[in-house]
């Protein structure tokens, strides 16, 4: 399954970036879709995460009230709307799509069964 990313880029503290992850397989399905981000020298962690064609979403404490994940199914794609960003929001941003679930807690990276080709966000004045 490929997963192609766009978006990103450079923004000054306080602005807002939309990142886009699109499935072009038409037959694709997941049980899950989710963001997750990498800063340098740090662990990949979890962003936030919503149930592929069902309601509900995750979000990190980090980025609650400030991200919001959505979705479409009839482009086979999700996006991730960074309002107010941080400067410590910078890091590559990837997009993840999981088979299976459980759905109690937001799944961990290894849980994800395929990947997008990550995305840089930078936040500077």
């Known amino acids: 399954v490929q997963l192609v990313q766009s978006g990103g880029g450079l923004v000054q503290p306080g602005n807002s970036l939309r990142l886009s992850c699109t499935a072009p397989d038409r037959t694709f399905s997941a049980y899950a879709m989710g963001w997750f981000r990498q800063a340098p020298e740090k662990e990949r962690e979890f962003v936030d995460a919503?149930?592929?064609?069902?309601?509900?979403?995750k979000y990190a404490d980090s980025v609650k009230g400030r991200f919001t994940i959505s979705q479409d199914q009839a482009e086979n794609s999700i996006y991730l709307q960074m309002n107010s960003l941080k400067p410590d929001d910078p890091a590559v941003y990837y997009c993840?799509?999981?088979?299976?679930?459980?759905?109690?807690?937001?799944?961990?990276?290894?849980?994800?069964?395929?990947w997008g080709q990550g995305t840089q966000v930078t936040v500077s004045p």
């Open positions: 919503v149930r592929w064609n069902r309601v509900g979403s």
């Open positions: 993840a799509a999981a088979n299976v679930g459980p759905w109690n807690n937001p799944l961990p990276a290894f849980e994800y069964n395929y």
